[in-house]
């Protein structure tokens, strides 16, 4: 006698694996959709960093445009249009602002504004004569302490010095040389109260354009070409000389009535 043969059904394949549930529909679908990327969030760190970075972007940029006289003494910086300018928003150039009126270069004009610090010539004067002592000081503290190279670099940039106008490059030199050696002096403080006592200074000059290049090229190449040849004492007396020409020029201009004399 012959034995049934029953017919068996087919087995699909995924139903030969063990342990492998069936995908719903609505599953398989989702798998086959393409993930989209995810997008993360800025955490608060990034978020505070960010702020920071364009804070101190404006701080440079508004400081560099009052040291180098593009925003005169007593000019009005309304927020909104100096942020249209700086192509950023408000919260970042405020915080700007504040520390520049910290450092004493914007004093309050209104609630809304600032305006750029105007200092009294009797003022300007009495910050160069401090100048002279502690500028001399530091020439004498920084001699052989700068290499050679940077000082015949320094001396050939102020050679090249355009005479006929005195703009960001004849501040940049300026600044350099002053800066130089009260830096390189080793006392951070007298460094410190150099660069604050030169801020006031340009305060007051900002309020005229001083025609002094070529004076100025001399007398700082006779600062640089003294500390060169290491004699301390012709470095020293030719940073007071540079300085003392500085206020005669000065003097004359407001005797001439060419500088406009601020009482705050």
Known sequence: ??????????????????????????RA??????????????????????????TDRAYAVVRRLILQRE?????????????????MSRTPLREALLRLE?????VRANARSYAVRRIAASHYFQCLQVRERLESQA????MGRVPAEEVRNLRAS???????????????????????????????MLADTI?????????????????RIEDDRKEHLAILDAYIAGNEKAAEEAVVAHLRNLARYTLSRLSNGLVSEFSP
């Open 1 to 26: 006698m012959k034995s049934k043969v029953t017919a068996k059904a087919p087995v699909h394949e995924e139903a030969r694996k063990p342990g492998r549930p069936k995908k719903s529909a609505a």
């Open 29 to 54: 679908a989702a798998d086959a959709t393409p993930a989209k990327p995810s997008r993360k969030a800025a955490t608060p760190e990034a978020s505070a960093e960010l702020s920071t970075n364009l």
């Open 71 to 87: 925003l005169s003494g007593g000019e009005v910086l309304v927020e909104g249009r100096l942020a249209e300018r700086l192509q």
């Open 102 to 106: 910290g450092e004493g270069l914007l």
């Open 139 to 142: 020439v004498s503290l920084a």
């Open 158 to 188: 102020i050679l090249s010095l355009d005479s006929s106008q005195q703009g960001s490059s004849h501040w940049q030199a300026d600044d350099e040389i002053h800066g130089l050696f009260a830096r390189a002096s080793g006392n951070a």
């Open 195 to 211: 660069a604050h006592l030169r801020v006031l200074c340009r305060l007051f000059e900002v309020v005229d354009p001083f025609k």
